[in-house]
């Protein structure tokens, strides 16, 4: 994303397609996030080279190492990264998301996936698992990943000197888990991240994604079109949170959204308009065939989009909602493409910062969110506008911080930090 | 090794335990070794608890994330991270190194490492495989990581945002590896690195990892005791080096060393004395114990080194360093103990500056060593008084840069970058 959420965004001049890979460019977005007093930095993430590079800037970095560089260079802002439980180890991504924690001062977060994706299969030598056993290892992954967070004490670590004692050994615990996907001793070779465990973050939609969230994740990121869409998502993720006997505010829901943005209206429509012009077709085309699971070709650009089969495996929620879509509106295919140009399935929306900010206070007011992610269509330009000009409208509104609120990310979000699993009861109520 | 490579250092009050994890302090090594203009950090790892943590402070940081947050603050010094071939899959680690390469601005490099322990083995749910199969997995592995940097031709990014051209896709190659070990399809979803591949390290010394070393590697990092072993190794790689059709020059032999700097010969001694006293007998048994294949117990403290089985198995070469060790010198357990606790099989050499300069020259001009690896017995002391003391003193003896040479890790080392297999002959020629 380091040019920005619109696929188009790499030909608009206002962008620096060159510094893909170039950190200081990814540097220079974390400190104007941080400058915005925005909550983190989110990296989505595959491990494969999906979409077709010859009309777009694909080929990035990886967003751990990534993040860690960010770290380096901020001092606030959250840093979350994609990793795939499906093509990991639980005592690897444990152990990296402890040093980023470590290294960040509690400020990472992990979004869980579980790569839908048959590509993504290929590179790592195994058929594409089914839906529900990719989410039945993610679950299993999960667990084993927190005992390892769990697997020093806040308070092992003694540090006597002179005594020669450096940890209280009986509170560095062997997990010695041994499930259906995993079989894990530990103790991880990483101490206690200063969060407990790292933020958790899901972003699948589908009944599964949707049910680990309500168990397991803190914070959703999500692709919803209308408002009503969005209650429903809310209201429906809030009520399995109760199910599973976690309170609403366990969990954040947070919707994806794209804001052009202009000083006035018409402005905000010229630059969506000039985005619109350097879409290349053959490229969403492609994009759509892939997530519709039919072949499409020019030909079809003026025309509706034909019925799509209803499968039962992969990403079915984003079908379903680009499928929603072209129907509710009407589209042609062309209409559809620059309608998901904008976000990949995220809610795009053009006007001045007061109405970016209106949209934004009607969803949080309407139970539609709990906050957003901001998905700029280019960078560095279109974060730091929405920084500049929707964060302080946000403010006097009173509906965002001027300063950060603490020092970890989970203290940003109001999250509780987790204790121990292995804790006395005692030392856990310390560690709270 | 945050306080220092002595296995007391931490007990020493000129290390700082307490940082152990904390990225700052690593960051000021860093950026004192850049000062003395050597050429990388070097950072060991294991993916297990090593050790006992009782009597020493571990739990330290994962290299990878780790040397991100040093490319950050440093702009000139290499970063080597140690990976291991047996518990990872080629597709991250090919991705994270590239990511590294590019951060940093092609300063990275591999340790390749393929774990020895059975504790390691553990913490993935696998039984330990044998040192042939790992050697075996582990040389496939490289392969598909070469391909995988190879994936993307030099010249692959045209950039072309009138035109809508971003990549010349006929430069982005599938690689297709079906191998016993791996099928990975590729190509890889990060840009070709910097260095073309990320320098290639590995540390092994038994037959089957000098034989990878003499293949693949572009530096080795080896434990030798005496001037006569040394030689004996560095000639014996450099043959084996030959005989697979490479130049002498394409490997650098660096033994470890760890000095002990003082500025009197009386101060270094009264040093490795004050480090000796901090000696926790208990857990060097353990690590010797370990080692050796043998439970040695403190009644065995004051005798000399029982008889110790030759195995087939696992750190064979390590082994029979600490053996013969004790052999030749004619050493108790306790004083085999206080040689070992300095580097782990390291040599060790107390001295004022100019005496560490003589022995780093007598094996430089001996051929037993292109260049060493440094592991100063504590941090960031030992470090600093090499940088200020030795170095200068390398320096007018016309042994050690004033500058860095180049740009790149493999710049400063005098390696060439090695070009894309899929380019055609033309565009190699370009690339180097």
Known sequence: MGVGHHEAAWRHPRTEPARLADVRHYQELARIAERGKLDSVFLADGVALHGNVRHNALGGLEPLT??????????????????????????????????????????????????AGEAEARNFGIERPAHADRYARAAEF?????????????????????????ADTGKIHAIEHAGEHFAVRGPLNTSRPPQGHPLLVQAGSSEAGKDFA????????????????????????????????????ELLVLPGISPIIGSTEREALLLEKELEDLIIPAYGLAQLSTMTGIELTEDALDRPLPDVPVETEGAQSRRKLVVDLARREDLTVRQLLGRLAGGRGHRV???????????????FFSEAADGFNIMPPILPGG??????????????????????EGRTLRENYGLDRPGSRYATPREVAVAR
Do not use: C, M
């Open 214 to 249: 309500a168990r397991h994740a803190e914070a959703v990121f999500t692709a919803q079109q209308t408002l009503a869409e969005g209650q429903e998502f809310y209201a429906d993720l809030k009520r399995r949170l109760v199910a599973h006997g976690r309170q609403p505010d």
């Open 66 to 115: 990534l993040l860690s560089a960010l770290a380096a260079v901020t001092d606030h802002i959250g840093l979350i990264a994609t990793v795939s439980t499906t093509y990991n180890e639980p005592f690897h991504v444990a152990r990296k998301f402890a040093s980023l924690d470590h290294i960040s001062g509690g400020r990472a977060g992990w979004n869980i996936v579980t790569s």
């Open 349 to 363: 929306v053009a006007g001045t910062p007061e109405q970016i900010a209106d949209q934004l206070q009607e969803w």
């Open 383 to 404: 974060l730091s506008d929405f920084v500049d000009y929707v964060v302080p409208e946000l403010q006097v509104r009173g509906l965002f911080r001027y300063e950060y």
């Open 142 to 166: 999960l667990e084993v990943t927190r005992k390892l967070w769990d697997s020093w004490e806040d308070d092992a670590i003694v540090g006597d000197r002179v005594g020669g004692l450096y």
